[in-house]
């Protein structure tokens, strides 16, 4: 029978290629960006991810279980769903939107992976690896507050003056 342990390393695992998968995934999301701050925070966000992988390889190590074995399919979709977001808006002032709310909903499912193995981590006693669950899930929140700014301070505007220089009452 499973238990609370056999569905922490699999989160664990879901986590792990969750972060794998968007590693591969953000060089094209920066390469497509305009906004220079975009570019810098998917920069920022690419050698935090690497060092966000590094830390599961330790919390997996630590409790004696491989990080692999798991292909996340919320993270398959979100990049498969971004690419078709860049791929319509990319090059236009709408892009740049795209790719911040494309990023945010991977930051938000990111942080409600993290918060849940945190907890898990707690009921199970697992204290030694909590600390490194919570600088992630710490990234992560701060990630997403990042592109909010970046969203509200410019880029949304931006694209809603869009293609004729004015915004439009709805």
Known sequence: MKNLNDLFQDTIRDIYSSEKLLLKAMPDMMSAAQNPRLKEAIRLHISQTEEQVRRIEQVAQQLGFSPEGVTCQGTVG?????????????????????????????????????????????????????????????????????????????????????????????
């Open 78 to 170: 979100l990049i498969k769903e971004s690419q078709e977001h860049i791929q319509e808006f990319g090059g236009s002032p709408a892009g740049d939107a795209a790719i911040i709310a494309c990023a945010q909903k991977n930051e938000h499912y990111e942080i409600a992976n993290y918060g849940t193995v945190i907890t898990y981590a707690e009921l199970l006693g697992h204290e030694q690896v909590i600390s490194l669950l919570e600088q992630t899930l710490q990234e992560e929140e701060e990630t997403d507050d990042i592109l909010t700014q970046i969203a509200e301070s410019e880029v949304n505007q931006q694209a809603l003056a869009g293609g004729n220089g004015r915004a439009q009452m709805m």
